[in-house]
């Protein structure tokens, strides 16, 4: 399938369209509604798949697959001095880095990677 395997690929119920919607998150603009999930996972992989090759013949060059990248495990996120002080205090009162606080607080929200399960 060109590549096309291993990209981010999504399928959630859409109570709007009454389906199943397909997404990739390396082509956020991709989407496939069908009346089943797997019906919309193969029409989304199809459609990538072919988007990819639409790429290549016009001499583009396809984005990488997230699972591809690498990542240094850092990131700036900027907040309100206000909340940064907060956390500050909250992290000194549990003995933990700030930087620590912040990766717990993450890894407990609900959609991050560790709390559901890849597709």
């Known amino acids: 399938m060109n590549g096309a395997e291993h990209y981010a690929y999504r399928v959630r119920w859409s109570a709007e369209d009454e389906a199943f ?3 990739v998150a390396e082509f956020p ?3 496939w509604v069908e009346p089943t999930g797997g019906e919309a996972f193969d ?4 459609l990538a798949a072919d988007t990819i090759e639409d790429m ?9 697959p997230i699972a591809e990248r690498d990542y240094s495990g850092k990131f700036q996120v900027r907040v309100p001095p206000e909340l940064h002080r907060r956390l500050v205090i909250e992290a000194a009162e549990q003995n933990v880095s700030l930087n620590r606080l912040a990766a717990l607080r993450l890894a407990a929200c609900p959609g991050t990677a560790d709390s559901v399960s890849a597709t």
């Open 43 to 46: 029409g989304i992989r199809r």
């Open 21 to 23: 919607v397909g997404t």
């Open 56 to 64: 290549v013949e016009s001499g583009e060059e396809p984005p990488r």
């Open 29 to 31: 603009s991709l989407s």
